[in-house]
């Protein structure tokens, strides 16, 4: 499997894997002590927090149990609202900071997001065929009016109920679309997916999200028939935060 590929599943896959507990007591130093190695002139960023400082910070909070509780999005929300935290904080870090804090509501009950598949297969929706439309899988849904949003808790179980019993997701990250762009081009089994595909691939997703900027990613893995799978999960969701557009890739199986 190509090198590039594997090194973006390992961190994909950590997302739906159980993690040690750690707790709020642990993960806030934590993240405070990343964000200020991050602002340090010495840092990549130089003094200036970037994206991906950002997001080694924030994630932080999360991927120690799967969740950001309570205290731990206060901590995010107290950050976000702190003109001198922000001093420093360049826009795409910002909005993966603020993107997180409105993902991880801490809401424990889903809202009823449907999801089913899409009329068409997918290299129809990408017009072109090739390894990236054969690992597709399409499904869409929205949450009726006034029933809740399209949070992390109702992503990542509306996932998983319609994974196949097989696979599952643990949480949700924000991305970017140039982050999109790159993930969707990685070789399938060895294959290279066509520029056709990709910019498809793009097209279809960005219908939901262009006028929110709501895009996350999931990775998964787990066993079919004795044999191994690992992929990812694009959510795209809409403006109104009530219809959700997932497209599950397959990467890689045995």
Do not use: C
Not at 134 to 157: D, K, M
Request: avoid cysteine.
């Amino acid at each position: 499997m190509n090198s590039s590929l594997k090194s973006l599943l390992s961190g994909l896959v950590l997302l739906a894997s159980p993690a040690a507990l750690a707790g709020s007591a642990t993960t806030i130093p934590a993240f405070d002590a990343k964000i200020a190695t991050a602002r340090g002139a010495s840092s990549p960023g130089g003094t200036t927090v970037t994206r991906v400082e950002m997001q080694g910070a924030v994630d932080l909070l999360i991927n120690d149990d799967n969740q950001v509780d309570a205290a731990e999005r206060a901590h995010l929300g107290a950050k976000l609202g702190s003109t001198t935290f922000l001093t420093g904080v360049n826009a795409s870090a910002k909005k993966y900071l603020s993107d997180t804090y409105e993902l991880n509501d801490t809401a424990t009950v889903a809202a009823p997001l449907g999801s089913y598949p899409v009329a068409g297969t997918p290299a129809e929706l990408y017009g072109a065929t090739g390894s990236l439309a054969y690992a597709s899988v399409i499904r869409e849904g929205y949450i009726p009016n006034g029933q809740g949003v399209a949070n992390q808790v109702t992503l990542v179980e509306t996932f998983n109920a319609n994974a196949g019993g097989y696979k599952a997701v643990s949480y949700f990250t924000p991305i970017t679309t140039q982050e999109l762009v790159a993930t969707l081009s990685y070789p399938y089994y060895s294959t290279q997916a066509t520029v056709d595909e990709v910019e498809g691939a793009l097209a279809y997703i960005y219908q939901i999200y262009r006028n929110s900027s709501r895009l996350y990613i999931a990775g998964w893995s787990g066993s079919y028939h004795s044999g191994y799978m690992q992929g990812y999960v694009v959510a795209a969701v809409s403006s109104d935060r009530r219809f959700v557009r997932f497209v599950e890739v397959l990467t890689y199986g045995e």
